[in-house]
Nanobody, 124 residues
Framework: QVQLVESGGGLVQAGDSLRLSCAASGLAFSKQVMGWFRQAPGKERAFLSAISWAGTGTRYADSVKGRFTISRDNAKNMVYLQINSPKPEDTAVYYC?????????????????WGQGTQVTVSS
């Protein structure tokens, strides 16, 4: 059974840094494009970032480019999202997702597996 479990969320001050983690099991992790999405209250789930199988390719939404960094460790079946200088508008539930596609998709429909999400709340 495929499981993606996010961790690392919580309440942070604007300007602090945090790192979200996602532990994967039950899937061929090293053959999955992995992505991060978020959903703020009253808004649709939105793409943030994706990383290629080997971690050599990345893609970011314009809104987070330069502040967020995605990485992965295939030996540990982990994917990470480093969030620097968080802002109150980054408050959302953050989800990791896995895709069987070979390209770095920003579309929710291209992701086959989803975690339950971790809440990030940024106070000003």
């Amino acid at each position: 059974q495929v499981q993606l479990v996010e961790s690392g969320g919580g309440l942070v001050q604007a300007g602090d840094s945090l790192r979200l983690s996602c532990a994967a099991s039950g899937l061929a992790f090293s053959k999955q494009v992995m992505g991060w999405f978020r959903q703020a209250p009253g808004k649709e789930r939105a793409f943030l970032s994706a990383i290629s199988w080997a971690g050599t390719g990345t893609r970011y939404a314009d809104s987070v480019k330069g502040r967020f960094t995605i990485s992965r460790d295939n030996a540990k079946n982990m994917v990470y999202l480093q969030i620097n200088s968080p802002k109150p508008e980054d408050t959302a539930v953050y989800y990791c997702a896995g895709s069987n596609r070979y390209y770095l998709s920003s579309s929710l429909n291209d992701y086959n597996y989803w975690g339950q999400g971790t809440q990030v709340t940024v106070s000003s």
